[in-house]
């Protein structure tokens, strides 16, 4: 599949870990674009920044086929239980990482999508954020679970490059 104005394709985020930067607050292209790249695949959507309802609208809004979706969210979702593991805490890394864990192994979703790694910046430092990024990073590969890591426009621009080593690709979501 060719690249979209997005500037990915499915292939280059449907395989390992990979970091889209750069997107911009209203970043319902980017996620239009992923969201037909995983169409009939299993989706497991830590959302830290939207409520999973207003997702789920979206993309009935959008016409796209709605991927099979769990996510894992501190917001009032409105959806089941099946449908959205509820957070205690907004930012709490440890239960984030349990619930991802209990997630992968219950669920055995296709993609995990983290959104975003913004909000985990204005909790904690940049070492830490990095420290679970590597971490789960980690632990989703041992599971051959693909990764995406969503970064919004507004992050220290420090921290791109120091977030690049710990995934396979980085993608512009600007483009």
Not at 19 to 29: G, I, N, W
Not at 52 to 62: C, D, F, G, I, M
Not at 129 to 158: I, M, Y
Request: a negative charge; proline letters at 6%; hydrophobic letters at 40%.
């Amino acid at each position: 599949m060719p690249a979209d104005a997005t500037g990915f394709t499915c292939e280059s985020v449907l395989r390992g870990c990979t970091l889209l930067t750069s997107v911009a607050e209203d970043y319902r292209p980017s996620f239009l674009a992923l969201a037909s790249c995983v169409s009939g695949k299993k989706v497991l959507f830590i959302s830290l920044a939207r409520s999973p309802k207003s997702v789920v609208e979206w993309l009935a809004h959008s016409g796209v086929p709605s991927p099979s979706i769990v996510f894992i969210s501190s917001f009032d979702s409105g959806l089941s239980r099946d449908a959205c593991m509820p957070l205690e805490e907004q930012c709490n890394l440890t239960e984030i990482s349990l619930m991802i864990t209990k997630a992968v192994g219950t669920r055995q979703p296709d993609l995990v999508v983290l959104d975003s790694l913004n909000v985990m910046l204005s909790i904690y430092d940049e070492t830490t954020v990095l420290r679970f990024v590597q971490f789960t990073r980690n632990k989703l590969a041992l599971t051959e679970t693909t990764s995406l890591f969503v970064v919004r426009e507004g992050v220290d621009p420090a921290f791109i490059p120091n977030a690049r080593p710990f995934f396979d690709s980085v993608i512009d979501g600007r483009r």
